[in-house]
């Protein structure tokens, strides 16, 4: 099962990604968590990208293309998520062209409809394990255990730079603008599915999981 999580920044993507990985063993692919990678460790595609992800717009589609073609290979078996990728239209003809030459295909694009006034909150509060970087809500979603992840244990959590109010405008703007325009196009291939990402966390996993036997 090769799925797209489609939907603007704090719609949930990483959140019902990870509940996917361990559900169904598939492998989350998240670029915006690649980037971050590349950043944390000083390399110079990492530099390259620090000042337009601070600002909330899109790095360039040649480099994302790039970062997420070779981690398409070997995942044949397993399945893949997508999430936060792609996010332009010509992402998403690069993406047909890639998975065309694996002999890949895509079953479902799943759009987590949100509405907007809600998530300058949701990301407000947002803190995730500095791990395995599992997600979570000042309100909405704290560890079981004070302190200790959920998933690894670990007592460590981060916070993301790119999470204050105003950068958020700026990330909504960019998914507006650039990103919302390829729905039109997965709905043409009749593989887009909507599911309510206003629901709470549980929920939106059980609409997920409906999609996926075939909704
Ligand atoms: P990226 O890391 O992809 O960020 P994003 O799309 O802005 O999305 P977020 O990760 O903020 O939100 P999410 O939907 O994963 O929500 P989450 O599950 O955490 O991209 C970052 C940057 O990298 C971009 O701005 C860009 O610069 C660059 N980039 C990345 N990919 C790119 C690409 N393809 N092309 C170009 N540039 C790219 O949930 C949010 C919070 O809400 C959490 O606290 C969670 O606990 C809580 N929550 C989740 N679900 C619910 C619910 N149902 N109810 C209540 N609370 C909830
Ligand atoms: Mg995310």
Do not use: W
Request: charged share 30%.
């Amino acid at each position: 099962m090769n799925i797209i999580l489609l939907g603007p920044p704090g719609a949930g993507k990483g959140t019902q990604a990870k509940r996917l990985e361990d559900k169904h063993g598939l492998v989350q692919l998240s670029t915006g968590d690649m980037l971050r990678a590349e950043r944390a460790s000083g390399s110079e595609l990492g530099r390259k990208v620090q000042a337009v992800m601070d600002a909330g717009q899109l790095v360039s589609d040649d480099l994302i293309i790039d970062l997420i073609a070779h981690r398409l290979d070997g995942l044949r078996a397993k399945g893949f998520i997508l999430d936060g990728f792609p996010r332009t239209v010509p992402q998403a003809e690069a993406l047909d062209r890639l998975l065309h030459d694996k002999g890949l295909k895509l079953d479902r694009v799943i759009e987590m409809a949100v509405d907007e006034g809600a998530l300058i909150d949701r990301i407000a509060g947002r803190f995730s394990c500095a791990k395995c970087g599992a997600s979570y809500h000042d309100r909405n979603h704290r560890p079981k255990a004070e302190g200790v992840c959920d998933v690894c244990g670990s007592k460590d959590f981060v916070r993301r730079a790119d999470d204050k109010p105003e950068t958020v405008k700026a990330r909504l703007e960019a998914y507006r603008a650039q990103t919302a325009p390829i729905l039109p196009y997965y709905r043409k291939m009749a593989v887009l599915r909507s599911v309510d990402g206003m629901a709470d966390i549980d929920e939106v996993g059980r609409q997920i999981e409906a999609v996926l036997k075939g909704g």
